[in-house]
Structures are given as structure tokens and as C-alpha cells.
């Protein structure tokens, strides 16, 4: 056993706070890993607030985690110290469904181990995520963050990159697509990075007239403010796949209805409150679909990060102390921030 510190959230209305934990010793095929950087996730804040429900305190949270590894396992083979490497938003799952022997440890159906506020498989304890200054994780869960990526702009990749890959990949996103991204935040932002590199042409959708020059800069092909109507009506009919990361309750018509025949609007965003029904004609009538999408598994996570370091491709991060993570919670609820925070980990000590 080692003894991290730690911020965590001791109770449903405390700030986060310095805390220590016990983190298990590193097993034969454990990582331990010093951690660098750890992005704020708004999943964080809907955690700490138990907003979802279900959450056990303390909660240290944090699954966007950056760092170098400094132990490892006899039996691990493909880490080392001093490798910079990635966690994500998992760190274990049951590895015998026929979810996880497809690679997709994400839809395991006996449900995979979350980096924080999961039961540790081997422990029994809780598990602590990476608001901490180490963590122990099973190798197979463990990435390798690719040469040339900054540290600090790599880490939100480990959650809202590959959220937003996972989709664009399986709905085959690329040239001769048109694809949408509802909302421009900390997923909706990499949505845009990541379609545009892929080939697509691709269309962002917000209700901020603000963040239209930003869409483009992202490499929006056009913006659309949706609560417009004459500016949703030349597009109706038209996309391929649209990606609603949009963590608010909403009218899903509005995006059913610009789907051309078999298209897919894809829903990320988890709202503490159900969307509204859709109208079902919506559907019926050009065989549209309306789907959801988790992250994804561990081969597919590795593969976007390395398809981002091929383009070049980081997320835009604001840097900020441990400190400053309650103003940073507040902040990512009111859309404060362009577009996703990155706790720097020394400053913890």
C-alpha cells in the first residue's frame, strides 16, 4: 500500500479538499504511474454533485489522466519507467464477454471498473481517480501517449477525444460525409478536430453566436445557430451522422429531422434530466436512427491517440492549480471555458 494525496469531495455539499488514500501496491501485472496532468471532465462535476446519483463519498474524480510511469509489475511487458503514458476513464472490466474479447471493454456486460468511484477488482476498495499524485492500474488498461503530444493537451483526449472518435470511426465518418456536432464545449470541440481531419465536411451547431469564429477555427466548415429556424432549413435532410454532445436536456427533432435517409444523430452528452420523447415519424419516415455512444475500448482509445498525433491534433486547454478546482467546477457548468480544464498535478505538492 502507498499513501496519495489527493482533492476530494468528502460529502454531496463539501468543496473539494486535500485528502490522502491508500492506493493498492503494484501487483505482477500493475503500472504505477506519478501523475503529471489530470483534465476536468463535466462527468467530474455531475459526480462530486451526484447528480446521476449513486455516488460514493469521498470521491477523489478524474479521468483524463496524463503522467510517467515510475513502477511497474514483474509481469508487465509493454511499460517501463519513466514512459509517459494515459489513463482513461476505466481500469478494469471483466475481459471474458464477448464485449471485451471484441475490444470493447466500454460495453462490458458484467460493466467495466470506472477510474473513480468503481470497486477495485482486486482490492475491493473503492477506486480513486486521478485528482491524486499517483495511481495503480492494471496494464491493460494503461496507454501510451504518443511522441509529440504535449502532456496537458493530451489528457482530455483520454475522455472527450475518444468519446468522440468512438462514433465518428463506427459510423465511418470521413470524405463524402456531412457530419454535425451539436454544442461546442469540451467534447463538441475535439468533435470538430476530429471530424475535420477524417475528410469530413462538417457542420457545428450551437446557440452561441460567439462561437461561431471558434467553430471555423476548429475547422467547421459552416456554423448553425439551431434555434433559428431559417438557418436550420437549407440543411434539413442532408446529414450523414450528427454527434449531440449537448449534457442538457433538449428537442432531439430539431437534429432527427436534418438526417438524411439511414442517418444517425448520436447522443454523448448525459443530462441529469430525460431528453423529450421524439416524435417517431421523425424516424419512420427516411429509416433514421437515434443512437448513443460510450467512449471506447482500449485498442480504439490508443488509435485515436495515435491518429492525433499524426494530425497534430490537442485539446484546447485552460491550465489551472489544484487549488482552483471548485472555481473550475463552477466555471465548466456555465460553459466558462475554452474548452476543457487541466489540473496541473504539481501543484498539488
Not at 454533485?49 to 509481469?75: A, D, Q
Not at 461546442?184 to 475535420?196: D, Q, R, S, V, Y
Request: proline share 5%; aromatic share 6%.
Amino acid at each position: 500500500m502507498t499513501t496519495a494525496r489527493a482533492y476530494a469531495a468528502s460529502s454531496l455539499n463539501a468543496p473539494l479538499a486535500p485528502w490522502s488514500l491508500e492506493r493498492r501496491g503494484v501487483g505482477p501485472g500493475d503500472v504505477r504511474i506519478d501523475i503529471l496532468f489530470c483534465g476536468i471532465c463535466h462527468s467530474d462535476v455531475h459526480a462530486a454533485r451526484n447528480e446521476w446519483g449513486g455516488t460514493t463519498y469521498p470521491l477523489v474524480p478524474g479521468h483524463e489522466i496524463v503522467g510517467r510511469v515510475v513502477e511497474t509489475g514483474s509481469s508487465v511487458s509493454r511499460f517501463r519507467p519513466g514512459d509517459l503514458v494515459g489513463v482513461g476513464c476505466m481500469v478494469d472490466a471483466c475481459l471474458t464477454c464477448s464485449s471485451c474479447k471484441a475490444g470493447e471493454e466500454q460495453l462490458c456486460e458484467t460493466g467495466f471498473t470506472g477510474t473513480y468511484g468503481g470497486t477495485d477488482k482486486i482490492s475491493g476498495g473503492v477506486t480513486y481517480g486521478g485528482y491524486s499524485d499517483h495511481i495503480v492500474v492494471k496494464e491493460n488498461f494503461v496507454l501510451r501517449i504518443p511522441a509529440g503530444l504535449d502532456p496537458a493537451g493530451a489528457a482530455p483526449l483520454l475522455c472527450a477525444g475518444i468519446t468522440t472518435y468512438s462514433p465518428l470511426r463506427h459510423w465511418k465518418a470521413g470524405p463524402g460525409k456531412k457530419v454535425g456536432i451539436v454544442g461546442l464545449g469540451g467534447l463538441g470541440h475535439m468533435g470538430i478536430k476530429l471530424a475535420h481531419a477524417m475528410g469530413a465536411e462538417v457542420v457545428l451547431f450551437t446557440t452561441s453566436p460567439s462561437k461561431v469564429a471558434d467553430g471555423a477555427r476548429l475547422g467547421a466548415d459552416a456554423a448553425v445557430l439551431w434555434k433559428d429556424p431559417a438557418q436550420l432549413a437549407p440543411h434539413a435532410g442532408t446529414f450523414d451522422l450528427i454527434l449531440d454532445t449537448v449534457a442538457a436536456s433538449h428537442d432531439l427533432d430539431v437534429f432527427l429531422q436534418l438526417l438524411r435517409r439511414d442517418g444517425t444523430l448520436v447522443l454523448l452528452g448525459a443530462p441529469d434530466q430525460p431528453h423529450p420523447s421524439p416524435n417517431v415519424f421523425n424516424l419512420l419516415l427516411r429509416r433514421r436512427s437515434l443512437a448513443g455512444s460510450l467512449i471506447g475500448g482500449i485498442a480504439e482509445t490508443q488509435e485515436m491517440l495515435d491518429f492525433c498525433a499524426q494530425h497534430g491534433l490537442l485539446s484546447d486547454i485552460e491550465t489551472v492549480p489544484v487549488q482552483k478546482v471548485n472555481e473550475a467546477f463552477d466555471r465548466t457548468v456555465k460553459g466558462d471555458v475554452k474548452y476543457r480544464f487541466v489540473i496541473d498535478m504539481k501543484t498539488l505538492g
